[in-house]
């Protein structure tokens, strides 16, 4: 007899894990009875499908443990080395009932690594922002099976080891108002569709308060208030200009402008929206259309004719059709030998917290972007009104963008994964937040402020400044089975939805079907490009390149 699928489909005679005398080891297998039940000692055994399951298990690298479904349900503990299993099979040795192993004695590697492994067609891999939003769409438009993986956000940032995002948080800003038509139009598509997801979830994650944007340095050189204005208003924005620190002092009484500023108020959808219910919905719907949810983080991906075999941390094992990489910065190392061009930069923010006085005092305040003037080393700064946090206290959140060359700037890339834990395990550098405070209360100058916090968070810039949607294992569209959605540019909150929709779109159609050119979103590797000798600055600082990076943390 020989090792291999056939061996134990054709012959008559039948081998099966042994667990007499108490005993839960598979290194021993026995011959079965006619009903297949029972061993020869008289030990029962598990079934076929189980056995197969358990197989696939341990050529993937398993370890049975009480959190592991498959050892859960066939009471073994196991694990295996693939180069013996492919040896094993390879040197097709006769089967002798005295030694049976399970590794690599019954299958061939490629068909253990499915056999008894769940499958699916569409793996979504990093369920933040944008991999929930995709994994949604995808779960609606193909029909197929949808998995999104990736873990739950950690209880103690301080002691989790794990992988973190920036989306735990409350407040993000939402508009259509933007220099650059190409983020104004994703965020004028994804705004569109709040309503729907928040009807279809149940799940309030959009508080349409209005958003200004205020610039000392309207129509002049290096200014882009102007140019915001069109190209928002040719995309469906709601948006009356303020012409005057009088006219804008009159609107918002609890600001404090500039001589010279000029405001543009964007009403209708904007404002703000709460990315952790944002995603929870998504989600929510996602599963509602039949999307599998896997709380756990991906470590591993391999690819084979047989489909894309992926690990969690949690021993998991799973084979997927294709796969979509939506782990942000993470992405780069998940993708299987390509380095992506990404850059990874470190935000500080403050959070100012108010009493309900206060709530009810600013219960008009929109959400902010202010150019400043002269206020070095900040370019500008971004709020969101007070908002409860999970803590059950309300902060008004303020952060910024540093001016590169100042006296306060730092060289803010992360560069590994070590360095992302640590910043994600500090409170940031503590001159950042003194600073970002002091703008505040010179912006709202009779605030109330009863403490004061700061929390670290990251953007991921791609080298274009457009998120990566592309196909990143060297195939065309139709034929590849490994893709990514990545790099928010720290624009890409508040038109998460669109985005992960073009990506469900690509995958669904193995082609580029969108109405935006596919050059835009297109993936760039590090052979190709120098992300680190790349600029990444204000939107509203003057840009000599067509791709005008965003200003970080405000969408």
């Known amino acids: 007899m020989r090792y291999g699928g056939n061996m134990m489909r054709n012959s008559r005679v039948r081998y099966k894990p042994c667990h007499s005398s108490g005993s839960q080891s598979d290194d021993m297998m026995c011959l079965l009875d006619k ?43 196991f694990c295996v080395d693939r180069a013996e299993a492919e040896a094993a099979t390879a040197r097709d040795v006769p089967l002798q009932p005295e030694h049976h192993r399970l590794v690599g004695l019954l299958d061939r590697w490629a068909e253990k690594g499915s056999a008894g492994m769940e499958t699916f067609s569409v793996a979504v891999i990093g369920i933040g922002l944008m991999g929930s939003a995709a994994c949604r769409h995808l779960s609606l438009a193909t029909g197929e099976k949808v998995v999104g993986i990736g873990p739950a956000e950690p209880e103690d940032w301080k002691s989790h080891a794990g992988v973190f995002a920036s989306h735990y948080d409350q407040g993000r800003i939402t508009r259509i108002v933007d220099s650059n038509n190409i983020w104004s139009k994703l965020a004028a598509r994804s705004i569109e569709r709040y309503g729907l997801l928040e009807r279809e979830s149940g799940i309030r994650f959009h508080y349409p308060v209005g958003s200004i944007r205020v610039s000392p340095n309207y129509k002049k050189d290096g200014d882009t208030l102007y140019l915001a204005k069109e190209v928002g208003r040719g995309n469906g924005a709601e948006a009356e200009l303020l012409p005057s620190r009088e006219a804008l002092q009159r609107r918002f009484p609890f600001f404090h402008f500039e001589d010279g500023d000029v405001g543009l108020i964007e009403k209708n959808g904007a404002g703000y929206i709460n990315p952790r219910e944002m995603v929870r919905a998504q989600l929510v719907v996602a599963a509602k259309q039949g999307a599998s949810i896997v709380r756990e983080t991906v470590v591993d991906l391999e690819c084979s004719t047989s489909g894309v075999k992926i690990r969690t941390d949690g021993g998991k094992c799973f084979l997927a059709t294709r796969v979509l990489i939506a782990a942000d910065i993470y992405t780069k190392w998940l993708v299987p030998g390509r380095g992506l061009a990404l850059k990874t930069v470190s935000e500080l923010v403050v959070l100012a917290e108010v009493g309900s006085d206060e709530e009810k005092r600013l219960q008009s305040m929109p959400s902010l972007i202010w150019r400043l003037n002269g206020e070095e080393p900040l370019h500008s700064v971004y709020a969101c009104p007070p908002v409860k946090y999970p803590d059950g206290k309300t902060y008004l959140k303020i952060g910024g963008t540093w001016l590169q060359g100042s006296s306060g700037y730092r060289d803010a890339v992360l560069s590994s994964k070590e360095e992302i834990s640590h910043w994600f395990h500090s409170d940031g550098p503590r001159e950042e937040a003194d600073h970002l405070l002091k703008v505040l209360k010179k912006l709202m100058p009779g605030l109330a402020i009863e403490s004061v916090h700061s929390k670290p968070c990251i953007v991921t810039y791609t080298a274009h400044n457009y998120p990566f949607i592309d196909a990143v294992d060297g195939k065309p569209f139709q034929d590849a089975q490994v893709f990514v959605v990545t790099g928010g540019c720290g624009a890409a909150a508040k038109s998460a939805d669109e985005i992960g929709r073009i990506a469900a779109l690509l995958m669904e159609h193995r082609s580029w079907v969108y109405d935006l050119d596919a050059s835009n979103f297109s993936a760039v590797y590090q052979s190709a490009s120098s992300v680190g000798e790349q600029k990444y600055v204000n939107i509203e600082q003057p840009q000599s390149t067509a791709h005008t990076p965003p200003c970080v943390n405000k969408a």
């Open 35 to 77: 009903d297949e039940t029972k061993c020869e000692h008289g030990a029962s055994v598990v079934d076929r499908e189980g056995q197969g399951a358990l197989r696939a298990l341990r050529a993937a690298g398993g370890h049975g443990n009480e959190q592991n479904r498959h050892s859960e349900a066939f009471g073994a503990s």
